[in-house]
């Protein structure tokens, strides 16, 4: 158990967050009595491999990493209301199912660089349509000089719910979502997603915080207009752009505003972040933090 809280809060370190005993419990990889959890915690504390800042855990005794947090949870109250604001526009696009908060705020954190990250579930193949309509809206942002406030980074479409790639960071990312928009739509991929439970046992995902679709005229002239073979060939064909456009990115080595390589896993059924960037550097990081702490601390852990 000891090592388990450890490699919790090691987890979130990456991040510099300290978690709360409530959410230590939550993204604990296993289930333990509640009397077992409480006497490993003090043991942990008493020890000196964790601190205990009021109502807040961490690796490290650094008390402005709570006051980072504090402030942090703060920015982020008001950005979510802006994303459920951003939520209602967008659903309204043609063969968008669904919309989620994802990211650092999904963790109810923003800071001064915080932009709002959004999941979009589409319609089965027509993916590259709504998402070409939808940053159409995002290039007109830069009028207002909010191009990168929002993010839509992440696409998946309702023939594939399921993601691909099973790991600590991707079934965090996945409890974590707050769905704003498409109810039904987040039920069936969360059940879709049932795989987190074996990282993330005790956290219950969070379907009931996303509003039914309603009936929009234009939304549903366009899908009546593309739903046949023009409807496919023109997704395909803005696919084969997309893809083609990211590419070039890639191989120019450009950096995003957060100084990662832009490169985008592309498929009919799927838009992004490539994985073998951000995901898997940071989950190196992590488990080399977890080696480090347990290979330091080892006889406190065993005992």
Known sequence: MKKNILATLAYFDVFNYPLTREEICLFLPARYEPAQFDEAMACLVSSRLIYRFDKFYALKNDLYLIRRRNEGNRKAFEMIKTA???????IKFPYVRGIAISGSLSKNYADDESDIDLFIITAPNRLWI??????????????????????MNYYIDEQQLEIAEKNVYTATEVVTLIPIQGDTTFADFFTANAWTRNYLPNHIMRMSTAKSIGKVFFKGAVEWLLNNRLGNALDDHLMKITAGRWNQKTRQKRLNNHGILLAMAVDKHYAKPDPQNFQYKLISRYETRVAQLLEENQHSVAN
């Open 84 to 90: 459920r604001k951003v939520g209602d526009i967008l």
């Open 130 to 151: 709504a998402r070409t309509l939808m940053h159409f809206l995002k290039k007109l942002t830069f009028l207002v000089n909010r191009e990168h406030y929002f993010c």
